[in-house]
């Protein structure tokens, strides 16, 4: 015979409401706390079910365990040397733009290049981690933590790091685009530092929906990363 269990409903908010409920430490609560204050804030900047907002069922007592946004939540990216570039240094034939940042489904930092030269094959994406980073004293395209094959959107060349993890959003991604040219010279964008902890604090300067879901977002990796 098959026996069926009953139907179950559970979600990241009741999960983070009933930790709230027990014996958690304090730093813990502050983390559930800054979950349901980020899914708020995504609602109210996606426009997504606003009346009835995550956070919505917080108590004074739950609201008092979290801190408000602090510039000491993220930290600057520092440019690697010249050095530390090698011959992944940049050297031309190419134009970049600023990486972008994706909210609306998943963290994700977005990358696009352009070559500027005649480009033979395909551009290839390189990225390390921050662990990587700062076990290499030179990078080079072997010791990247990952690559991928950059895909054509029109004139650029576009690739993503996706999957961030709130633990993660303060560490830096390091990333450049190489390719070849017909004539067999090897061009590279140069190392690209970016965070989604500096994006957050560049936009958490602002007003609006958008500074608000950077600031809750810094805080939410603030709290998971301790």
């Known amino acids: 015979s098959i026996a069926y269990g009953k139907q179950v409903q559970y979600s990241p908010s009741q999960y983070a409401y009933n930790q709230l409920k027990g014996n958690a430490t304090a730093e ?4 559930y706390v800054a979950i349901l204050n980020y899914g708020a804030a995504a609602q109210i900047f996606l426009d997504y079910k606003t009346d ?5 069922d917080l108590t004074d007592a739950n609201k008092a365990l979290i801190e408000e946004y602090r510039s000491d939540m993220v930290h600057s990216v520092a440019m690697p040397s010249a ?3 090698g011959t992944l240094a940049a050297n031309g ?12 489904s998943a963290f994700a930092i977005n990358y696009y290049f352009t070559p500027s030269a005649t480009m033979k094959g395909n551009m290839t994406f390189y990225y390390w981690n921050a662990a ?4 290499n004293s030179v990078l080079t395209t072997k010791n990247a933590t990952g690559s991928v094959v950059m895909t054509k959107e029109g004139a650029r060349y576009g690739a993503a790091i996706e999957g961030i993890a709130a633990k993660d959003i303060d560490s830096a991604l390091y990333a450049c685009g190489v390719y070849t040219d017909t004539s067999g010279n090897t061009y590279s964008t140069g190392i690209l530092p970016y965070s989604l902890g500096f994006y957050c604090g560049n936009q958490a300067k602002g007003e609006g929906a958008l500074a608000d879901l950077a600031s809750a977002i810094a805080v939410y990796g603030y709290y998971a990363g301790i």
């Open 28 to 31: 813990a609560k502050a983390l």
């Open 52 to 56: 009835a907002l995550v956070n919505a």
């Open 83 to 85: 050095s530390k570039q």
């Open 93 to 104: 034939g190419f134009s970049a733009k600023q990486p972008t940042i994706s909210l609306d």
């Open 132 to 135: 990587d980073f700062a076990a």
